[in-house]
């Protein structure tokens, strides 16, 4: 009998047993992380009826996230690697028991819609603590598993099964709290990270990338300072971050497929998960033929047509006219995806991946949770479609401004 990391499909793209027991049980986690968003705008809407506590949710996440983001780069870089996940993927776990609680029917009839509301923010404010660490720790810990020569390779891989994940997890949510319950819809949110740690264990722990003797704030001045000095990747996070905390729409989901599409919560999964499929679709055609020149044009113009994207998901009231302007945007992230994870796979060495990728984490973090809270605010003070055309036009403000003022992001290659 073939072992599963002997599976056809599987092992094509393998490069070694435990990079490929890692992909697997990084697939599994994300999975059950991704139906989350899903499960809990849907249910904190039906709670509240609040488009600014949508807004909230990702400010919930973000707070702890970045507070914590580069005293956990130094911890990564300090760390069994292994074992820090584990940790953290426990650590998720017990979260998601609390949330399988605080979003069921019993607690939303035992207290207030007011109480239910926050005990699932504070939960989730777990989850960003817990991931300012597991962000850094996976990106880190990949580098440990493979040969120097396969890395760039394997960063592809990585990138498309979290993709993978992230278009199961929500999409199967959807389905999960149309024809059951939130409750029955927590159950999967509660094994596959179960799972996820199993395999972990297989893997055999690594040794510690840096022995340095720095104290955590001098660690964090390392971060920063080796992110100031790299002007190619310190540009490109700038221009992401900008570009999503306006652009982004995801927050405000719930409210577009309840409110204006009449799509449920099996239609909201799709629509969470378009934009994954854009980044699936875009990151399997560039790996196999990647940007060889012109990179950082092409990011200005794949910024430009997010914008435009996210104006025609605005503008429109069809169903499929917005699952496709989302996953349009999501080949236009894709493409950013890969050439700033690219530039961070080249040029960052491996006793600074921690610390690197807690600043990275950091813009990233930026960009989604405070770009959630950014567009809940502003459905509340401006309204649902306007504040979304607001958000558009500030992308494509974003790509034009940069296009013109900064030619050395124009002209940037690699």
Known sequence: MKRWY??????????????????????LFIAGLRMTPVLLGWRLYQITGSKLALGILGL???????????????????????????????????????????????????????????????????????????????????????????LVKAASINSIAWLIAAVIGPAFAGLLMGYTNITVAFIPVLLLPAVAIILFKRITPKPISWQGNAKTWEGVKEGLHFVWNQKALLSVMTLDMFAVLFGGAVALLPAFANDILKVGPQGLGWLVAATYIGNFIALVWFTKRPLKKKQGKALLIVVAGFGLCILVFALSKSYWLSFFALLASGLFDGVSIIIRSTIVQLFVPDEMRGRVS?????????????????????????????????????????????????????????
């Open 6 to 27: 002997q599976i056809p499909f599987l092992s094509q793209f393998a490069i070694n047993t435990e990079f490929t027991t890692y992909i697997v049980a990084r697939i």
């Open 358 to 414: 807690a600043v990275n984490s950091m813009f990233i973090n930026s960009s989604n949770e405070l770009g959630q809270f950014e567009s809940g605010v502003a459905a509340a003070a401006m309204g649902l479609v306007p504040s979304v055309i607001f958000g558009g036009c500030m992308t494509l403000l974003v790509a034009i401004v940069t296009w013109v003022k900064h030619p050395t992001i124009r002209k940037f290659e690699y």
């Open 60 to 150: 919930s996440e973000v707070i702890p996230a970045i507070a914590l983001a580069l005293p956990a780069g130094v911890r990564v870089d300090r760390s069994d690697k292994r074992k820090l996940l584990i940790t953290c993927m426990g650590l998720y776990l017990v979260l998601m028991a609390g949330l399988t609680v605080a979003t069921s029917d019993w607690y939303t009839k035992q207290y207030s819609n007011n109480i239910a509301a926050w005990t699932i923010y504070f939960l989730i404010a777990g989850t960003g603590a817990v991931r300012a660490y597991s962000g850094a720790a996976f990106n880190a810990f990949l580098a440990q598993l493979v040969p120097t020569g396969s």
